[in-house]
């Protein structure tokens, strides 16, 4: 259940921004059509404030698995979605999560992030790396 309210909170938070730098784009129809609102700029910085926070805790949160064991990752995470070789005689395990984002005018977005944790020969993480893929449907 934890896992599912951490999942609902960041896709909020992923909607919220997504939103966010959408407002960021319109304009002051009381203004020039060519001049963005005077509070763009400021949403802007809160945007990439935010962001960095958000880039921070994940950061912060993948750091703390780095010498954790594999067991201990698997059992939190459950069954990765890959499975490869680092060439080194170790392991590099992904994790897929998808989330989806309805708009009020029925089109959609699916994103894909991928956790990946490398795994030495003793089992133990050593590295991580956080991607996110994102594509617009109807």
């Given at each position: 259940?934890?896992?599912?309210?951490?999942?609902?909170?960041?896709?909020?938070?992923?909607?919220?921004?997504?939103?966010?730098?959408?407002?960021?784009f319109?304009?002051?129809?009381?203004?020039?059509?060519?001049?963005?609102?005077?509070?763009a700029?400021?949403?802007?910085?809160?945007?990439?404030?935010?962001?960095?926070?958000?880039?921070?805790?994940?950061r912060?949160?993948?750091?703390?698995?780095?010498?954790?064991?594999?067991?201990?990752?698997?059992?939190?995470?459950?069954?990765?979605?890959?499975?490869?070789?680092?060439?080194?005689?170790?392991?590099?395990?992904?994790?897929?999560?998808?989330?989806?984002?309805?708009?009020?005018?029925?089109?959609?977005?699916?994103?894909?992030?991928?956790?990946?944790?490398?795994?030495?020969?003793?089992?133990?993480?050593?590295?991580?790396?956080?991607?996110?893929?994102?594509?617009?449907?109807?």
């Amino acid at each position: 259940m934890k896992t599912k309210n951490l999942c609902l909170l960041t896709f909020i938070i992923t909607l919220v921004s997504s939103c966010m730098a959408i407002k960021r784009f319109q304009y002051n129809m009381n203004e020039n059509f060519s001049t963005p609102t005077a509070q763009a700029q400021p949403q802007e910085t809160d945007q990439l404030k935010s962001q960095a926070n958000q880039e921070q805790e994940l950061r912060e949160t993948m750091d703390e698995w780095i010498g954790q064991t594999k067991h201990q990752l698997l059992l939190k995470w459950g069954v990765p979605t890959v499975t490869a070789s680092d060439g080194n005689g170790g392991e590099i395990l992904k994790f897929d999560q998808l989330r989806r984002g309805l708009f009020s005018n029925g089109n959609y977005i699916t994103v894909i992030h991928t956790y990946s944790f490398c795994i030495d020969k003793e089992q133990k993480i050593y590295t991580w790396k956080y991607n996110k893929q994102g594509r617009q449907g109807q």
